[in-house]
Nanobody, 120 residues
Framework: QVQLVESGGGLVQPGGSLRLSCATS????YSWVMRWQRQAPGKERQ???????????RYAGPVNGRFHISRDDSEDTMYLQLNSLKQEDTAVYYC??????????????WGQGTQVTVSS
């Protein structure tokens, strides 16, 4: 089965940094698109960053320049480096694996999430 397990979240002061990890198993990690999403209190889950199969990366406007997505194919692990954190970054962060399928009927899988709280 596809498994995604996030870790690395916690409480951090504004301006601080965290590195989130997503340990994966049960699928060809190297051939699926990997994404990080987050859900703040009272809001819908939003896309934060995407790591393409070709190694390309895309970031949402609010985190662009502060966050960095990467992955280690040898370890089947994806990372999200969070820098210069702001209170508005407070959310549950989810790891997402997407298998791209012909016809647009992509398959998505999510982990349980890890809480990031930015507060002084």
């Amino acid at each position: 089965q596809v498994q995604l397990v996030e870790s690395g979240g916690g409480l951090v002061q504004p301006g601080g940094s965290l590195r989130l990890s997503c340990a994966t198993s049960g699928f060809p990690f190297y051939s699926w698109v990997m994404r990080w999403q987050r859900q703040a209190p009272g809001k819908e889950r939003q896309l934060v960053a995407t790591r393409g199969i070709d190694g390309s990366a895309r970031y949402a406007g609010p985190v662009n320049g502060r966050f960095h997505i990467s992955r280690d194919d040898s370890e089947d692990t994806m990372y999200l480096q969070l820098n210069s954190l702001k209170q508005e970054d407070t959310a549950v962060y989810y790891c997402n694996a997407r298998r791209l399928l012909v016809g647009g009927n992509d398959n998505d899988y999510w982990g349980q999430g890890t809480q990031v709280t930015v507060s002084s």
